[in-house]
């Protein structure tokens, strides 16, 4: 794509709507404008962006039912929508905003190259349509394309991208001003500018996975207690919450009777894993409860899997998290399976090391919110450490064990209660990167760099 030559006229778009009439519910491609507000410091260009078929595609790699696949003759990241469960992480987890969910279908869709096309020698209709030349094909180029985190608005995101794009060479040329700008200038110009693109991840619409994890920690934490204590376990009320559980993450399905597929690609999707290793702790867990409750090995493998499959939730996340190093937070399920069953047990140093862990993390997460401005509701904040960090203190100077008692139930709904807080800001604080916000991003970097470049 050539970016001096663009003129952000749409006919991609439509060419691409005409082309794909009989598959596309929604704009496959779309043209971006970076500095659509016209900032005399800045460059002002278009970005036509679809489906970049990926050397390395994040949405093959997401899919939990192997809906993906790479046309050996082409290079195209082709969807099939006939394999697609709609459970909508490919579109977390390409930057590109490339597969879109479609609603009334229930299933993701996506550009396919005109790969039919290409195969037979002919462009694909984008290509066709351009008027200005803008957009071109050629031979990917071995060891994907370089330089493109170099272009505002885009990033390369180590997906190793087919695309190259050719940049502007005309400079900004700022027109004169004849007066210097006031100090409300920035604001009033790019007031709508401002406003937060629309987020792909929110507790609304993700209670089901939340009420999921929720289960998921609170049945591991309970079985290995079990089996490190006498705490009693009904194994009925056990299947049971686990079936709830699972039957949540169908809810959150488009397609909820292809759910089946999701075991279909263990090897690369955190998705499909978690579905796996909980499912097979479920059952193993189960079993040792109504069948074997004399063979222990069986009943600490089912632990076993039962963090390993924790440890899978917080996986899947990586892709909508960027909380630093590591990308930790207060509010993942394994840190708190360890933290609950340490209480449950009222063993101190477990309890201990990973409530300290959660407390770390969530103060300072807390304390950059501070100090970037961002929102801290210190209100919901206390409550969350009274609740999540204060009654377990209680526990540690209470005599006796946990269970049965007042004092153990009160501090185990403690617990809950400031988890539940954590992890509904967790969902609330998950996020994907669009193109949409990437240019957002660098428009006000910078937009702040020039504006401390102003003598």
């Not at 004169?176 to 609304?204: V, Y």
């Not at 056990?238 to 809810?251: E, K, Q, R, V």
């Not at 499912?279 to 600490?300: E, K, M, N, R, Y």
């Not at 632990?303 to 630093?324: E, H, N, P, W």
Request: hydrophobic content about 45%; glycine content about 10%; overall charge positive.
């Amino acid at each position: 794509m050539n970016l001096d030559r663009c003129t952000g006229c749409q006919a991609c778009v439509i060419a691409c709507t005409i082309e794909n009439r009989a598959e596309q519910g929604i704009n496959w491609r779309q043209v971006y404008t970076f500095n659509a507000r016209h900032h005399p410091d800045l460059a002002l260009f278009h970005l036509s962006l679809a489906c970049h078929h990926c050397a390395e595609p994040a949405c093959l790699k997401a899919c939990p039912t192997r809906a993906y696949r790479v046309d050996p003759q082409t290079g195209a990241v082709i969807l099939d929508p006939g394999k697609c469960m709609g459970c909508k992480y490919c579109t977390w987890a390409c930057p590109y905003d490339a597969p879109r969910y479609h609603a009334d279908k229930g299933t993701t869709e996506k550009c396919h190259f005109c790969y039919l096309k290409l195969r037979e020698g002919l462009r694909p209709a984008c290509v066709s349509a351009c008027p200005m030349g803008a957009l071109q094909i050629e031979e990917r180029q071995s060891g994907g394309v370089e330089n493109l985190d170099r272009v505002p608005g885009f990033t390369g995101a180590g997906l190793k991208p087919g695309l190259r794009l050719i940049p502007r060479t005309r400079g900004n040329r700022p027109p004169e001003m004849t007066a210097p700008p006031g100090e409300d200038f920035l604001g009033s110009l790019f007031l709508r500018s401002r406003q937060t693109p629309e987020k792909k991840i929110t507790l609304k619409g993700e209670w089901a996975l939340l009420l999921f994890t929720t289960i998921a920690y609170l049945l591991v934490s309970f079985f290995t207690a079990s089996l490190l204590s006498l705490l009693p376990l009904d194994p009925f009320i056990f299947l049971g919450s686990g079936a709830l559980g699972m039957a949540a993450t169908a809810h959150h399905l488009g397609r909820k009777t292809r759910a089946f597929r999701a075991i279909f690609n263990v090897c690369r999707s955190p998705l499909s894993r978690e579905i796996v290793f909980f499912s097979t702790f479920l059952g193993l867990a189960s079993l040792f409860l109504l069948f074997l409750p004399g063979v222990p090995l069986v009943g600490w493998l089912a632990a076993g899997l039962g963090f390993i499959s924790l440890y899978s939730v917080d996986r899947i996340y990586q892709v909508a998290m960027k909380t630093g190093p590591g990308n930790f937070h207060s509010a993942q399920v394994l840190f708190t399976g360890f933290f609950l069953t340490g209480i449950l047990v009222k063993n101190a140093w477990l309890m201990g090391l990973f409530g300290l862990i959660k407390l770390f993390l969530y103060l300072s997460r807390k304390y950059y919110f501070l100090k970037t401005g961002q929102k801290t509701r210190p209100l919901v904040s206390v409550l969350r450490v009274l609740f999540g960090f204060g009654a377990p203190l209680v526990l540690l100077v209470a005599k006796g064990p946990l269970l049965p008692g007042t004092t153990g139930l009160a501090v185990t709904v403690g617990v809950l209660i400031g988890e539940l807080i954590d992890r509904a800001e967790y969902y609330g604080e998950l996020d994907v990167i669009t193109p949409e916000k990437q240019i957002q991003a660098d428009l006000f970097r910078l937009l702040s760099l020039s504006r401390y470049a102003r003598p």
